[in-house]
């Protein structure tokens, strides 16, 4: 259908083009009479890439899109780097920045080997994953088209990048104190066991969470699927694991301030991508998402400098970064369904909430090192939860008509509760068995003599500022 209307606006331009001219119809049809069929064979050489093998048409448009926001959604882990890097002292630099790379590596060849098969295809045992022969290694895809007109690969990298940045905001929790061939070996196991089901329930068609209640569990862009299973596993990690060696007495300054800004900023950028790229389309929801997103940001810091200085007597530079970071997370469920207002609340109640949830770890005194449950974890409960009270109209009538006749607020809210319920006691109960595992198998928690020589030399013989004695 699509390949025929370009057709026929192809003809209609060359009727129109032809009225304009003073060279009558009969006397142009003569001078070209014999180049008509050149014209038609280059027309078809033209429009045919736009039709895959099996006649379904490539929306281009959609598809620029979802490449950009692939590529920034990949931009994202170098920023994370960044951020986290600074957070560190200077001995741990190199090693942290490592955790964020190495799952650029261990999980890109995971997810095209398996992790695409688990994450969208048909429910298996039981509906605990998904499973298709055809995508292993995406062989099966190779010609295949969404329905939104975009190439099926083109899908599968963009969801890849999630599945990417996942394991890497847990290692926040642990940093300065974890093996590096153990926290490889224990992002593999993690992807494989926990974010690929999550993904399953949450996103594929017949995912449980996806047909709960009416209309599904609302998580847009990630909040259930990325940001509390990787909060709630940072902290189970962190609690398992045990504070970094001299915490909380020990002076452990960020290294570099500066790089966790400009770390930051590629993460709020990439953003774009993560929430507006969820859509899978160039239109209205898109548009929604991306101002959604930057609406959320711009609150969250406000708001995060604002009970900084009442409570500190200044705002501070992490400070700013942690309120946009809380604001981002909050409003990646609800990006596609709340309207601006919605998220200008939901980035204030982000940083209030994250605000306290690392008042309260310094209170508890354990040891999530970069705050990955402060900010991730309570931050995409809050977005999940709260968004509730923000949906567009539109969605909930769309809810209604599914449901028979009638759906409320409250019957959305027990839906989404239940979805940030499920994704906890499952991110948890999992990330346990899995550290108790490699704590066998290869020891996870660094040795004291390598902790106190730092990450950088121990693993890696390297120093990331070339100090001779960084701290």
């Not at 400098?305 to 942690?322: D, R, V």
């Not at 928690?445 to 730092?454: A, N, T």
Request: proline fraction near 3%; glycine fraction near 12%; include cysteine.
């Amino acid at each position: 259908m699509y390949y025929l209307l370009n057709c026929y606006r192809f003809l209609a331009f060359v009727k129109k083009s032809i009225a304009k001219t003073s060279i009558k119809p009969t006397n142009m049809l003569k001078k070209y009479r014999g180049k008509f069929p050149l014209l038609l064979l280059t027309f078809l050489f033209i429009s045919m890439p736009l039709l895959a093998a099996d006649g379904a048409a490539i929306d281009t448009g959609v598809t620029a899109w979802m490449l950009v926001s692939t590529a920034l959604v990949l931009l994202m882990i170098p920023g994370l780097a960044m951020f986290y890097g600074g957070l560190v002292r200077t001995k741990n630099v190199l090693g942290t920045m490592m955790h964020t790379f190495a799952a650029m590596g261990i999980m890109t060849v995971l997810w095209v080997a398996v992790g695409y098969a688990m994450s969208f295809g048909p429910n298996v045992l039981g509906g605990w994953f998904g499973w298709n022969t055809d995508y292993l290694f995406l062989s099966g895809i190779d010609n295949s088209i969404l329905d939104a007109g975009v190439p099926e690969y083109v899908f599968s990298m963009f969801q890849g990048k999630f599945a990417i940045i996942t394991p890497a905001l847990i290692a926040g929790a642990f940093a300065e104190r974890v093996k590096f061939k153990s926290y490889c070996l224990f992002i593999a196991l993690w992807g494989i066991l926990v974010y690929n089901p999550l993904c399953h329930w949450v996103w594929a068609e017949d995912g449980f969470l996806f047909n709960m209640g009416a209309n599904g569990a609302i998580d847009f862009a990630g909040g259930t699927v990325v940001h509390i299973s990787a909060g709630v596993s940072g902290l189970v990690a962190a609690l398992y694991l045990g504070a970094r060696r001299g915490f909380p007495v020990t002076n452990m300054p960020p290294s570099n301030l500066v790089m966790t800004m400009i770390g930051g900023g590629l993460l709020w950028v990439g953003w774009f991508g993560f929430n507006a790229g969820s859509s899978v389309a160039s239109g209205l929801s898109t548009a929604q998402a991306l101002t959604a997103t930057q609406v959320a940001a711009a609150s969250g810091a406000i708001a995060w400098m604002i009970i900084e200085a009442c409570h500190q007597g200044k705002a501070t530079a992490l400070g700013i970064m942690s309120g946009i970071l809380a604001g981002l997370v909050a409003v990646t469920p609800a990006a596609g369904v709340v309207q601006p207002f919605g998220a200008f609340c939901l980035g204030i109640f982000a940083s209030i909430f994250c605000y306290l949830a690392i008042i309260a770890k310094n209170k508890l005194g354990y040891d999530d090192s970069l705050d990955a449950f402060g900010i991730h974890g309570m931050g995409g409960i809050v977005g999940a939860i709260l968004l509730t009270f923000f949906i567009r109209d539109s969605w909930m009538s769309e809810a209604a008509e599914l449901a028979g006749g009638s759906w409320t607020v409250w019957e959305q809210l027990g839906v989404q509760v239940a979805a940030v319920l499920i994704a906890i006691v499952y991110a948890a109960v999992l990330t346990l068995i899995l550290l108790y595992v490699v704590n066998k198998l290869t020891g996870f928690r660094s040795d004291p003599k390598e902790e106190m020589q730092g990450l950088d030399s121990a693993y890696h013989s390297e120093h990331g500022y070339g100090m001779l004695n960084p701290n």
